[in-house]
């Protein structure tokens, strides 16, 4: 069990959660500030003053009064009326990441929900009873209402969870975790579905796994300039010291420590004035290294995001005041978003052109044409080759900004909206895209490595190799590669390669 201090938990904390699947609750330092906030509501409710979202409609109907008996209704209404997400499910990994931020947020004491509502969560969690959350719905303003109204609705006991691996009612799921569905008081229905919780954990989801295969590529792009005999004067401190970008910096120090003790780098060392290597082995640092450093900055931007309040009304507790504002609008996060769309389209991009490079007798410095050691009447990876063309082209399109793409929304009152949870939700299909073309690019440079010898790679480098051929054999004759090529792309999103070549970067 996790531990979560409100507006102090960081990326790693979110990061085990999403990948261990780890349960979290909140430091027990958040209640008094919640009570607080949950006692002002309840104080706002049962007074005559119009307070939205607690004793008025929503949106366009914040000016319709409503009674106190009513407020209970108008909250369970609130997220049943709200609960219109469709297509596929959300995974349980997101689906946990994003019900922990709405701990997050909840605990920062601003949103004016009772303690009751959060433990319901935290229980929910400890006892592995998922909501269902339609994927798709949310515009990433006003909230993330539908995928949210999700959550809630299985809080509730409405709509669907799974428990014990089985997909079923909320109420079934609750009953046999022992637990009981809360009914919801003033302002706790709102409080719940506003905020950017679903967008920020698809983010983040996609910032963890696009980490990786920049990892990953810093070890198969050193794979493969050794498997094309490739220059390595290009990583030379020097050079990326006189330009002074972090990322730049450190991509070449780490292929430089990948690559150190390499045969094959050290039988053509004095060779290293001859013509230039292509761009996609000379600019590996230049790149990636950019990519790393948008990648940190969207981090930057996330990890804030994740400590943040983001619903509306916000209960000011110090200034005794509960005002609207537009926190719930997930613009930040959508920036993030199509920043890492970019940087992940940009590792595919240069990682595809030295598949390319390797298959191409013409260019690959005498490797056997497609990597075959009997082409003509065997293809090798040639097609491999155009499936990693295929992927990068769609990732292309995938990375096309998705935050300028604003549309109105609730008869006009919702008038700008970021389209955060597209630009999040995207990254899923673009990371496992890149997955692919780099272990296509894996299974080419291992070829080309093994086709140098005697000679031999560096010893991290080889120590890559013997986890790849541990499950994937040489390529002789031509055989069915698409389980293969899953095999090593999965080693990519495994974080596997990074590992087998000791790679960490800091983050």
Not at 93 to 102: G, I
Not at 274 to 281: A, E, F, H, M, S
Not at 288 to 293: F, I, N, R, S, T
């Amino acid at each position: 069990m996790i531990s979560l201090l409100p507006g102090a938990v960081t990326l790693a904390t979110l990061n085990d959660v999403f990948r261990n699947l780890t349960p979290a609750q909140l430091d027990d330092s958040a209640r008094p500030g919640v009570e607080a906030a949950a006692e002002m509501v309840a104080q706002a409710a049962a007074g005559d003053e119009a307070v939205y979202g607690i004793n008025t409609g929503f949106g366009k109907l914040a000016s319709k009064k409503i009674a106190p008996k009513d407020t209970a209704t108008l909250q369970r209404n609130l997220i049943l009326s709200h609960c219109c997400g469709v297509g596929e499910a959300l995974p349980e990994d997101k689906t946990r990441l994003m019900m922990t931020l709405k701990l997050l947020s909840l605990g920062r004491g601003a949103s004016g929900v009772r303690w009751l509502v959060i433990d319901q969560i935290q229980q929910m969690l400890a006892h592995g009873v998922i909501p269902v959350i339609p994927s798709q719905g949310s515009v990433g303003a006003s909230g993330d209402l539908a995928p949210l109204a999700h959550m809630a609705a299985a809080m509730i006991g409405a709509g669907e969870a799974t428990f014990d691996g089985r997909r079923m009612s909320s109420a079934e799921a609750l009953k046999k975790a022992r637990l009981e569905p809360i009914v919801l008081g003033p302002k706790e229905g709102l409080g719940l579905i506003n905020g950017t919780q679903f967008s920020t954990a698809c983010a983040l989801a996609g910032l963890f796994d696009a980490w990786r295969m920049a990892e990953a590529s810093m070890v198969i792009a050193s794979l493969t300039t050794d498997a094309i005999m490739g220059s390595t004067a290009p990583l030379l401190a020097d050079i990326h010291s006189l330009r002074g970008h972090a990322g730049q910096i450190d991509v070449a120090r780490e292929m430089r420590g990948i690559m150190e003790g390499s045969e094959i780098r050290e039988s053509h060392r004095e060779d290293d004035t001859r013509v230039q290597d292509p761009y996609c082995i000379r600019c590996q640092p230049q790149v990636v290294g950019a990519a790393l450093d948008v990648l940190r900055m969207a981090a930057k931007t996330l990890e804030i995001e994740a400590n943040a309040v983001t619903d509306n009304p916000l209960v000011l507790v110090n200034e005794g005041r509960i005002v609207s504002g537009g926190n719930f609008h997930a613009e930040y996060v959508g920036f993030a978003a199509d920043q890492i769309a970019l940087a992940v389209a940009e590792i595919g991009a240069i990682a595809q052109r030295r598949v390319a490079l390797m298959v191409d007798p013409t260019l690959s410095y005498d490797l056997p044409p497609f990597l075959t050691p009997d082409p003509g009447l065997n293809s090798g990876f040639m097609i491999a080759e155009v499936t990693t063309a295929a992927l990068m082209s769609e990732n292309k399109h995938l990375a096309n900004p998705c935050v300028t793409d604003s549309t109105p929304t609730s008869a006009n009152q919702e008038d700008h909206v970021s389209m955060a949870a597209h630009g999040a939700l995207r990254l899923t299909k673009m990371n496992a895209n890149l997955s692919v073309i780099l272990g296509v690019e894996m299974l080419c440079s291992a070829q080309g490595v093994e086709a140098r010898a005697p000679l031999a790679t560096s010893t991290k480098l080889q120590d890559v190799i013997a986890m790849l051929r541990g499950q994937v054999p040489t390529l002789g004759e031509d055989r069915y590669l698409a389980p293969e090529i899953e095999i090593a792309s999965q080693m990519v999103r495994d974080g596997q390669v990074a590992t087998a070549a000791g790679l960490e970067v800091a983050k």
